[in-house]
């Protein structure tokens, strides 16, 4: 019997649909004969009724109001359903969700049958947590050694109002070889693995055949660090005229002459992450300035003349020098570009990452603040996240299942947050882990 499952992106359409998870599922469960699987967002979601599995994909904690909303709207109307969770947040730390879904996949599915066994209600024994079955911190995560091309979506849905417009999502591997000690991704994708060369060509051909589009993203935490980048940007522009290549991230020190060139860069865009360079080899994000300056002078070579710079304060040892090195080095960098934009935001303790137990720094809006006015009168923008959905993640990413009847309760961040601080437990999620 065909079995209907509902995969549902916890927000709104344009993020959804440029969604690389979104389209890795979708793909993997209409491969089975026997499944039938649609996507959903917040705008459509509540057409949803009588299906037998509902997957929601968390890839942000923020997202987890709008996901208690719709289990607790679908759970009526979809009585034999399984309620699946996945992703990033399912890997770190899934519990403030614990009492609203059935099953959280611990990795990645790719090569195995652990949604498909979840669908049909089969137990699985590695890579899924159940909540009222097992302990969390006992589930071996699991994910593919190698990835099979058949596993990865041809044809994909692509709108202009995505993320990468309209594009084909070319994900070059899993994982990162850096060892950034604020960085959740490296942990939960651990080990780093890229894609074979041939097996990237052929999607990248085949892709733009099942999926007509003018423009290849190339999905990696550090797209430069993939040793044949070069050959692959190449043979992408081979198969198709005036198509035009974006990478979903850079590092400074990964900028060469003959990458920038080939890419379809119009603005650079660097994440030093912190303002000095003892800060940067303290985190281990491990860019020095000549990195840096390097990268800009390949930039300024090649006629860009934006430059977007990714800073985080409240980072563990900062010291007040390290803040007034951001300032510095943004206006350093603006002289010799048209257009500088900073953002800043707080360091957020992740769970699954060295620094798990440091502090969040309320202290950090204020520093933002400070930011924002002294380059100001260099005419540099400085953008920010709203600085309590950042408290409001840091609650979230820390979080216990206590906080699950909270969220509901309060449905809102703002209300939520003012519950926490009422009640004096907001502290509890903020201070240091002993
Ligand atoms: S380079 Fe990026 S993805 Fe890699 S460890 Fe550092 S922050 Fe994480």
């Known amino acids: 019997m065909i079995k209907n499952v509902a995969l549902i992106f916890p927000n709104k359409f344009k993020g959804g649909i440029s969604s690389l998870a979104m389209q890795i599922l979708h793909h993997h469960l209409n491969s089975y004969n026997d499944v039938n699987c649609d996507?959903?967002?917040?705008?459509?979601?509540?057409?949803?009724?009588?299906?037998?599995?509902?997957?929601?994909?968390?890839?942000?904690?923020?997202d987890y109001f709008n996901v208690i909303n719709i289990i607790n709207n679908l759970k009526p109307r979809n009585p034999n359903a399984i309620f699946i969770g996945g992703g990033p947040c399912a890997m770190a730390n899934p519990m403030p969700l614990n009492n609203y879904f059935d099953a959280f996949v611990v990795g990645e599915i790719e090569g195995t049958n652990i949604m498909y066994d979840l669908i049909n209600k089969e137990p699985v024994e590695n890579g899924v947590y159940y909540p009222k079955l097992n302990d969390f911190d006992t589930v071996k995560r699991i994910y593919p050694k190698l990835f099979d091309i058949?596993?990865?979506?041809?044809?994909?849905?692509?709108?202009?109002?995505?993320?990468?417009?309209?594009?084909?999502?070319?994900?070059?591997?899993?994982?990162?070889?850096?060892?950034c000690k604020f960085c959740m991704a490296k942990n939960i994708y651990r080990p780093p693995r890229f894609k074979k060369i041939e097996?990237?060509?052929?999607?990248?051909?085949?892709?733009?055949?099942?999926?007509?589009?003018?423009?290849?993203?190339?999905?990696?935490p550090s797209v430069g660090d993939y040793k044949y980048i070069v050959d692959l940007c190449h043979h992408i522009k081979d198969i198709k005229e005036n198509i035009s290549i974006s990478p979903s991230s850079l590092r400074a020190d990964t900028i060469t002459e003959e990458l920038l060139k080939i890419l379809d860069l119009k603005t650079l865009t660097i994440a030093p992450e912190a303002g000095s360079e003892s800060l940067r080899k303290f985190i281990k994000k491990d860019i020095s300035e000549d990195d840096i300056f390097n990268a800009l002078n390949i930039a300024k070579d090649n006629r860009i003349d934006k430059v977007k710079l990714y800073y985080m304060v409240g980072l563990p040892n900062e010291t007040e020098e390290d803040i007034e090195e951001i300032i510095k080095l943004s206006q350093i960098v603006k002289k010799d570009f048209r257009k500088v934009e900073v953002s800043v935001n707080p360091f957020i303790p992740k769970p699954k990452t060295e620094f798990e137990n440091e502090p969040f720094d309320l202290n950090s809006k204020n520093t933002i603040k400070y930011i924002e006015k002294s380059l100001k009168k260099s005419n540099i923008k400085v953008s920010y996240e709203n600085f309590n959905s950042m408290i409001v993640q840091c609650v979230l990413c820390r979080g216990d299942s206590d906080l699950g009847e909270i969220i509901e309760q309060y449905n809102k961040p703002v209300q939520f947050l003012k519950y926490l601080k009422k009640e004096e437990f907001l502290n509890n999620y903020l201070e240091r882990i002993e």
């Open 150 to 179: 058949q596993d990865y979506p041809l044809c994909q849905f692509t709108h202009p109002s995505g993320a990468y417009g309209e594009a084909f999502l070319l994900e070059l591997g899993r994982g990162c070889p850096r060892r």
């Open 39 to 62: 996507m959903y967002f917040m705008e459509n979601y509540k057409d949803i009724k009588n299906k037998d599995a509902i997957i929601i994909t968390l890839q942000y904690e923020n």
């Open 199 to 220: 097996d990237l060509k052929y999607i990248a051909e085949e892709g733009l055949k099942h999926t007509p589009v003018n423009k290849i993203a190339l999905i990696s």
